[in-house]
T-cell receptor, first 120, second 114 residues
Framework: GAVVSQHPSWVICKSGTSVKIECRSLDFQATTMFWYRQFPKQSLMLMATSNEGSKATYEQGVEKDKFLINHASLTLSTLTVTSAHPEDSSFYIC????????????????FGPGTRLLVL | AQSVTQPDIHITVSEGASLELRCNYSYGATPYLFWYVQSPGQGLQLLLKYFSGDTLVQGIKGFEAEFKRSQSSFNLRKPSVHWSDAAEYFCAVGASQAGTALIFGKGTTLSVSS
């Protein structure tokens, strides 16, 4: 159980285009999902916290108009990189908490396999 | 300030040898502690977690970790390393409040020599 998928796993796009990345919890409901960005050989940097049915909370320094997050259902959150530029090239990872687990177990985050974005 | 420190950037161990990866944290509230492993180009897989109770926790793939409150540490151990354990290991800390994001250490790269 507790599987999180991401789609696509790889995407190459031209500068100026927009890219949508999907994050799905396959076998549990997730009221909260998190979006991270990871640069090569570095740790994960939290970009935003996505809550189902409400606006995402962005970390300081993350442009909310550039990285649009929509958490439309308990199993799906999307990250749209708008007007992508080469500096947006990175590895994007989402995670989800299992809302159905009460107590500390519900605080465990399960990660998707990541999406590698390359902007030319 | 809340932070997680993994002092070792890169560790190389021989196959069959024991392993210990260090993790120290600074956190104001009661911490929930996690170890994740990441293979190249992949997402993160949960190895083990500590919320409360027994300070020695067992995880998957033969890993264990010990929580030491007095030292603010949560070191990961494995008695005998396999070549397939070569990966990036991340220690993370979270809070009991719902919806709180994890704070990650910078990671330790484990190489396994034959």
């Amino acid at each position: 159980g507790a599987v999180v998928s991401q789609h696509p796993s790889w995407v190459i796009c031209k500068s100026g285009t927009s890219v949508k990345i999907e994050c799905r919890s396959l076998d549990f409901q997730a009221t909260t999902m998190f979006w991270y960005r990871q640069f090569p050989k570095q740790s994960l940097m939290l970009m935003a916290t996505s809550n189902e049915g409400s606006k995402a909370t962005y970390e300081q320094g993350v442009e909310k108009d550039k990285f649009l997050i929509n958490h439309a259902s308990l199993t799906l959150s999307t990250l749209t990189v708008t007007s992508a530029h080469p500096e947006d090239s990175s590895f994007y990872i989402c995670s989800a908490r299992d809302w159905g687990l009460a107590g500390p177990g519900g605080e465990t985050q399960y990660f998707g396999p990541g999406t590698r974005l390359l902007v030319l | 300030a809340q932070s997680v420190t993994q002092p070792d950037i890169h560790i190389t161990v021989s196959e069959g040898a024991s392993l210990e990866l260090r993790c120290n944290y600074s956190y104001g509230a009661t911490p929930y502690l996690f170890w994740y492993v990441q293979s190249p180009g992949q997402g993160l897989q949960l190895l083990l977690k500590y919320f409360s109770g027994d300070t020695l926790v067992q995880g998957i793939k033969g890993f264990e970790a010990e929580f030491k409150r007095s030292q603010s540490s949560f070191n990961l151990r494995k008695p005998s390393v396999h070549w397939s354990d070569a990966a990036e290991y991340f220690c993370a800390v979270g809070a009991s409040q719902a919806g709180t994001a994890l704070i990650f250490g910078k990671g330790t790269t484990l190489s396994v020599s034959s």
